[in-house]
Structure formats: C-alpha cells, structure tokens
C-alpha cells in the first residue's frame, strides 16, 4: 500500500491526484488520505505551518498501518523532513520527485507555480535537493491552488506561462509546480516544445520502485 497524503483539507484535489497515481502505475495499490484539519490550499509558509501538525499525524497513522511508501502530496515538500523521521518506510515530496525527474529528462528546467507566495519555497527547496545548478526559473502564473479547478481561464494562465519558459528560459523540461496542476498536461499538447514534468506522477513512479 502507497498512501498519498493530501496536506490541504480539499478532498476533490486528493481524488484527482489519487486518480494520476493509480493510471501512472496501474499495477500498484494507492490510497488517497485528505487532511481534514488541514487549510483549503497551501500556498506560502504559513499554510505550510498550520498544515504540518494534521500531516504528521496522518503521516504517523499511515506508517503504523503498514505502507510501503508515503507521498506528500503538496508541492511545497511540507514537513517533509519531519515526516520521514516518523515514518518506517520511505516518505517522498511531489516537489522533490518532480525536480529530480526533470533534472534527469532535461539539462536545464523551470518550474511553473501558481502564486509569487510560493516561489521563495520551491527555490529554497530546488537548492536544498543540490538542483539549483539546473534551474532556469520559478514562475508564478498567478492562479490561486484553487482557481485551477474552478475558474475557466486557469489552465490557459498556466499555459502562457509554462509557453514563455519554453521560449525564455532556455530550458528543455517545465516541471508543473502544483498538485493541482496533474490536468495541465493534456492541455499542453502541440503547444510547447518542453517536456512537462508533472510531480503526483514522477512520485508515484518513485514509489512504486521503492
């Protein structure tokens, strides 16, 4: 069992991200946990910190209940370090997984996000993961966590933004810096010349092959 724990309280996010790991790795058995007593969205450090007592307790449950792998499925890697302290088996971040992917599949990438809020985190992070040597940029596309399922003209905001890294950044991956973003994909196709790296995906591989 691979539990991937969603820190936002927003259960139609978990479902979508515990949709991504089943049709990724078809052969392996997830479930999906929402953090109810976590915030509707994370985005900055504030959320990170209200969401990190509620995702470690989940994060404890989760190792006592015998998983073999635990995924952090928030793109801030929150409480990351922590949690793998508690946990027995090994606890991955959507963030780091998707970083690591995309400095495999490409020499150079940038990260899309949705807010500016965000984007001192995921450079802090990308850094901390020894990546920052392959960072073209953090952009933020200025589309709250939640808008990218509600509000119509989400995913196109999201696309300019990951176009203009294409043409801008002079990277050859965008790595897709949400987990509300496992949709945008699709969206994409024809329409750059990157590779998209999405983060629910790249840690669900890692999981399944650990």
């Known amino acids: 069992m691979i539990v991937l724990i969603n820190p936002n309280s927003t259960v139609s996010m978990t479902e979508a991200m515990l949709r991504t ?62 949690a793998r302290k508690l946990a027995a088996c090994p606890v991955i971040g959507i963030g780091q997984a998707a970083y ?3 400095a495999m599949a490409a020499e150079r990438f940038s990260v899309v996000t949705t807010l500016p809020v965000s984007v001192p985190i995921l450079e802090e992070n990308i850094f901390a993961y020894g990546l920052g040597g392959q ?28 176009i203009a890294a294409d043409r801008e950044d002079g990277v050859r991956a965008v790595v897709l810096g949400c987990g509300g973003m496992v949709d945008i994909a699709r969206h994409a196709k024809g329409r ?16 399944s092959g650990l």
């Open 21 to 82: 790991a089943r049709e990724t790795v078809p052969t392996a058995a997830f479930e999906g946990w929402t953090s109810h007593d976590g915030p509707p969205a994370i985005q900055g450090r504030e959320d990170g910190e209200v969401a990190t007592p509620p995702l470690l307790d989940l994060v404890a449950r989760a190792s006592d209940a015998g998983a073999c792998a635990i995924i952090i499925a928030c793109f801030d890697d929150t409480a990351l370090a922590q």
């Open 135 to 162: 960072l073209g940029r953090v952009r933020a596309s200025n589309v709250p966590v939640l808008h990218l399922e509600a509000a119509a003209d989400a995913t196109e905001r999201v696309l300019a933004e990951i």
């Open 100 to 102: 690591h992917m995309a």
């Open 192 to 207: 750059t010349r990157a590779r998209l790296i999405d983060g629910v995906r790249a840690a669900a591989l890692i999981a």
